[in-house]
C-alpha cells in the first residue's frame, strides 16, 4: 500500500543547507533536554534553545568536570509571551543554562546556570529583565528532566538538589608515574554469583548520578536550608512540594533490586514525604518501579492533586493514594479491580475528581520504555465504578495530552484529548475523547512531529512544539481541534529557505521472529524537483526493533544515523526511512537473519514502485543500527554500499570489555536488553558467534564505510579496528575512519569532525553509487 504525502505549505524555498549549517544551527530543545513550561496563569511559556558548539567536550563525557550536564552544553533558556512579542532570553550570554521553572505569580524565572563556572541557582526578573545569581551553592544537575527547580507556593524559597560534598569513583585511583608510587588501577570482583557484581556497579553508578542533598535556598538573600542530606537512608535524588506548601515528597535514587525475590526486573525508587519546616522524612511507598521512558524517570512516578495534599502513584500495576493532613494517612487503593495500569498515563481531568490511567496487559517494561497501555480508564476519587475506553485499533501508542504537569487538557469539558500514531503512514492523530460516554471522535491528523507543551487555565489554547518535513521545530498555539492557529517562535529563520521535496509512504509485508508476517512502514523523502519513478539512487536508514520512518515527520527527515539528510538530497539521492520489527528486546533472537528478512523486502518494494534504482542503494545505521548495518550486509548482498557508524560488530569482545570508570556493567545490555542473546557468551556461544558482523565477515561483499570515535565508551572503537582487519585480509572494499577526542554520538562531535564525516560519508556513496 502507497499513501502520498501532501506536502505542507511553506514560504518560497531558495536554496540548500550546508553541513556546516545543518551541525550548526540553533534549534527548539527537544522533551529530553528541556522542560517547556507555561505559567500558571497562561501567559507564557518558557523553553531552551540548543546551538552546538563549535567544539565538543573530548570523549563526550556525560556530565563535564564542572558538574554540568554536557546534555545542558549550548542550552539557552527563554520565553515568549502567548499574546505576542519578541522572545526573551534569559540567563547570562557565553554561559549555558537550562531547567527553567515559573515562579507562583508567573514574573520570575528559575533556572540553572553554569556562568560561574559550575552549575548553580539563578533566577530572572521578567519586569526588569534582568538575570541574577541567588547562591554560590553547587547545584547536582541531573541528566533527565525533573531536576528542575521547586518554587514553595509564596515564590520565597525554591528547592533544587545540591551535589554531595563527595563523589564516589569506581575502582583504586591510578597514581602519576611522578609520584613515586605504581600506577596500576585495581578492580575487584565481588562474592556474589552470576551477576551481581554488575548490579553493585550500576548501583553506585547511578547514586554517583543522581544522589544529592535536598536543600531550600532563599531567593531574597541566597541562604540554604538542608531539608534531607545525600547521605539519608535512602539516598535522595528528586523532589516536589505539595500545593499548600507544607510538605516535600521526594523519590530515592532509583537503584536496582538484587534480591531473588525481586518482583521484577528494572530499577526501584521509594517515596518519601516530610515537611517543609524540616524533620524526619516518611516512607509513603517502597519499591515502586522506575519509569522505563526518558525523559521520564522522575516525572512519571506520581503526582500531587492540584488543590490539596494528595498524592497519587501507580505500584506493581495497582493505583494508589494518600492523603496528608497533620500527617500522612495510610495509602489505599482505588479501582481495586485493576492490577494491570501502565505508569503512564496518571492525570486529573479539569475538574480534578477522577484520574486518567492505562491499562495494559502485564507485560514488563523493557529497557527503553514503559509498556503501552491497550484501554484508558477512569477512576473517579469518589469511589464511583470506573469507565474502560478502548481507543481505536487501527491506531497505536495512545498519550493523552496534558494541560499541566497533573491535569489533562480537556478542549471541550469532560472530553479529553489522546494523540495516537497511524502506524501505516506514521503520522500523529489527535482523538477527542468523551470520558462519561467513552465517544471517540477524530480532530486532526497531520504528517508531523506534535510535542505537546501544555493548555492555559481555561484550556482554550494548547501550547505545542511542531515540525513537519518542511517547517523546523517552533513553538505554536493549537486550537481545540488542535489545528495549528499561530506561530509563537521562529527559532531559526534561516532554516525557510531551505528547498525540499516530497515525502510518501509504503508498507511491506515482513516475515517474524515467530514465523508471523507485519507490515513495515517505509518513509521516502524525494529530492526537490523529483518523482516517484525517477528511480534514484539512494540510502537506507534503519535501526533495529526501531521505527525510522517516523522521522519522516521531522524537518528535513530528522538525523538517521546522526546525519541531516539534506546535503542527501543535495547531491541527488532518494532517502529511504525504514521500519526494521524484529524480535523483542530481552528475548534471545537472531538479530542478524531478522534484520536483513525486513530489511530486503522494503528495498524491493521500494524499487518496484519506481523510487529507486534496485542496484544503487546503501544501507546505514548508528549505534545498535551501526551494528544492524553490518550484520545484515553479512547476511545479504541486496545493498552495493554500506556506512555504517559507532556500532558494536564482535558481541563476545563487546560482552566482558572494561570501560572507563566501570567493569562488567554491559552484561544486562546483552543477556536482558537490545543485543537480544539472552545469555552470557558461554552458555550461548553459538548465538553471539552467529549474529556478529566480525565473525561473519567472510560473508560480506558489500563495500563498507566504518565510522568511529576513538573515545567512544559505549561502543569501542577496536572492534571497527577489527571488522577493517578482518575485510581488509578478505580482500574486501572496507574504509575505516577513527576520528580522536570523540565520543558516541557524531551530531554531538565537534563541528569540523561532523562536517568531515558527512562529506566522507557522501564521497564514499557518490563512488560507490554512481552507476
Avoid at 272 to 300: C, F, K
Avoid at 610 to 621: F, N, Q, T
Wanted: proline share 8%; net charge negative; aromatic share 8%.
Amino acid at each position: 500500500m502507497t499513501v502520498p504525502r501532501e506536502s505542507s505549505t511553506a514560504a518560497e524555498v531558495t536554496g540548500s543547507m550546508s553541513p556546516e549549517v545543518a551541525f550548526g544551527r540553533p534549534e527548539l530543545a527537544t522533551a529530553g533536554e528541556g522542560r517547556f513550561s507555561l505559567d500558571r496563569l497562561g501567559r507564557r511559556v518558557v523553553f531552551q534553545v540548543h546551538t552546538p558548539p563549535e567544539t565538543a567536550p573530548a570523549g563526550q563525557p556525560r556530565f563535564l568536570p564542572s558538574g554540568t550536564p554536557a546534555c545542558a552544553v549550548g542550552q539557552m533558556v527563554h520565553y515568549v509571551d502567548l499574546d505576542g512579542g519578541g522572545t526573551v532570553q534569559v540567563g547570562p550570554d557565553g554561559a549555558n543554562s537550562w531547567h527553567p521553572s515559573w515562579s507562583p505569580d508567573g514574573q520570575t524565572v528559575a533556572f540553572y546556570s553554569d556562568a560561574g563556572g559550575s552549575p548553580n541557582l539563578w533566577v530572572h526578573d521578567v519586569a526588569s529583565g534582568t538575570s541574577r545569581l541567588v547562591s554560590k551553592v553547587g547545584v547536582k544537575a541531573k541528566l533527565w528532566v525533573g531536576d528542575e527547580p521547586q518554587w514553595v507556593p509564596d515564590g520565597s524559597e525554591v528547592l533544587v538538589p545540591v551535589a554531595p560534598d563527595e563523589e564516589g569513583t569506581d575502582g583504586e585511583e591510578a597514581a602519576s608515574p611522578a609520584e613515586g608510587r605504581p600506577t596500576a588501577r585495581v578492580y575487584r570482583s565481588r562474592d556474589e554469583p552470576d551477576d551481581t557484581g554488575s548490579i553493585v556497579e550500576l548501583n553506585e553508578h547511578y547514586l554517583r548520578e543522581n544522589n544529592a542533598t535536598i536543600a531550600a535556598i532563599n531567593i531574597a538573600d541566597g541562604s540554604v536550608r538542608v531539608l534531607v542530606a545525600a547521605d539519608a537512608t535512602p539516598r535522595p535524588s528528586a523532589a516536589q512540594v505539595s500545593p499548600s506548601g507544607r510538605w516535600v515528597s521526594y523519590l530515592s535514587v532509583a537503584l536496582q533490586d538484587q534480591s531473588e525475590d525481586a518482583p521484577t526486573s528494572g530499577c526501584f525508587h521509594d517515596l518519601l514525604l516530610m515537611s517543609t519546616a524540616g524533620g524526619h522524612a516518611a516512607v509513603v511507598a517502597s519499591h515502586i518501579a522506575q519509569s522505563e521512558s526518558p525523559p521520564g524517570y522522575y516525572l512519571d512516578t506520581y503526582i500531587w492533586h492540584p488543590t490539596r495534599d494528595q498524592l497519587f502513584w501507580i505500584d506493581q500495576g495497582r493505583l494508589w493514594t494518600v492523603e496528608i493532613d497533620d500527617k500522612p494517612g495510610q495509602p489505599r487503593r482505588l479501582a481495586p479491580s485493576l492490577d494491570t495500569l501502565t505508569v503512564t498515563p496518571l492525570l486529573l481531568t479539569r475538574t480534578c475528581t477522577s484520574l486518567i490511567i492505562g491499562i495494559g496487559k502485564g507485560e514488563q517494561a523493557t529497557t527503553d520504555h514503559n509498556p503501552v497501555p491497550h484501554q484508558l480508564g477512569v477512576v473517579p476519587l469518589d469511589g464511583s465504578p470506573h469507565t474502560v475506553i478502548a481507543p481505536p485499533t487501527d491506531l497505536a501508542d495512545p498519550y493523552v495530552v496534558r494541560q499541566s504537569h497533573a491535569v489533562a487538557w480537556e478542549p471541550q469539558p469532560g472530553a479529553i484529548a489522546v494523540q495516537m500514531r497511524n502506524p501505516s503512514t506514521t503520522e500523529p492523530v489527535l482523538l477527542r475523547v468523551d470520558t462519561t460516554t467513552a465517544t471517540i471522535t477524530r480532530s486532526w491528523q497531520g504528517p508531523a512531529k506534535l510535542d505537546t507543551v501544555g493548555a492555559t487555565p481555561d484550556h482554550r489554547s494548547l501550547v505545542a512544539a511542531y515540525e513537519d518535513f518542511r517547517h523546523p521545530r517552533d513553538l505554536w498555539i493549537l486550537d481545540s481541534e488542535g489545528h495549528r492557529e499561530r506561530q509563537l517562535t521562529t527559532v531559526n529563520p534561516l532554516l525557510s529557505g531551505v528547498r525540499l521535496g516530497e515525502v510518501d509512504t509504503f508498507q511491506t509485508r515482513v516475515p517474524q521472529h515467530d514465523g508471523t508476517f507485519a507490515d513495515a512502514t517505509t518513509a521516502v523523502l524525494l529530492p526537490a524537483g523529483v518523482r516517484r519513478g525517477d528511480h534514484l539512487p539512494a540510502i537506507m536508514f534503519c535501526y533495529p526493533g526501531g521505527r525510522v520512518s517516523h522521522r519522516s515527520n521531522q524537518f528535513g527527515g530528522g538525523m538517521p544515523s546522526c546525519l541531516p539528510l539534506t546535503p542527501f538530497f543535495d547531491r541527488g539521492y532518494a532517502v529511504l526511512l525504514a521500519e526494521a520489527p524484529i524480535g523483542p528486546d530481552g528475548q534471545a533472537g537472531n538479530p542478524r537473519a531478522e534484520l536483513a528478512a525486513v530489511l530486503v523486502p522494503q528495498l524491493y518494494h521500494a524499487a518496484e514502485l519506481g523510487y529507486i534504482d534496485l542496484e544503487r542503494v546503501a544501507l546505514s545505521g548508528h549505534s545498535y543500527g551501526g551494528y544492524g548495518t553490518a550484520a545484515t550486509i553479512s547476511a545479504t548482498n541486496a545493498f552495493a554500499a554500506a556506512v555504517a557508524l559507532q556500532g558494536m560488530y564482535d558481541l563476545t569482545s563487546s560482552y566482558s570489555r572494561l570501560t572507563t570508570g566501570t567493569t562488567t556493567s554491559m552484561y544486562w545490555y546483552f543477556e536482558t536488553g537490545q543485543a537480544r542473546m539472552g545469555a552470557h557468551p558461554w552458555k550461548a556461544p553459538q548465538r553471539y558467534h552467529d549474529n556478529s558482523p566480525y565473525h561473519q565477515a567472510d560473508r560480506i561483499q558489500t563495500p563498507l564505510l566504518l565510522i568511529h570515535g576513538a573515545d567512544d565508551d559505549m561502543c569501542h572503537v577496536d572492534d571497527a579496528g577489527m571488522l577493517y582487519n578482518a575485510l581488509k585480509r578478505l580482500g574486501q572494499d572496507v574504509e575505516l575512519a577513527i576520528y580522536d577526542g570523540e565520543g558516541h554520538v557524531p551530531y554531538e562531535w565537534s563541528r569540523v569532525n561532523a562536517v568531515d564525516a558527512l562529506h566522507r560519508v557522501l564521497d564514499f556513496l557518490d563512488r560507490h553509487l554512481s552507476g
